[in-house]
């Protein structure tokens, strides 16, 4: 059997703005979750934004 290093994809799902305890209007962590993702080397899409492919599959 052949070994990938091919990073996993991972679908991660944060409301910056929904949800927040009373008096936080925005979320204090949403830009460090996606700073770690990025320091470990994984890309960082707004899924509104983008139409993602999954492999080769639209």
Sequence with gaps: MKYTKQKPVWLIEINLTDLQP???SIS???????????N????????????ATFH???
């Design 22 to 24: 009373e008096g936080v």
């Design 40 to 51: 470990v080397g994984y890309e960082v899409y707004d899924a509104s934004q983008v139409r």
């Design 56 to 58: 080769g599959v639209k």
């Design 28 to 38: 204090p962590n949403g830009a460090e979750t996606f700073q770690i993702m990025k």
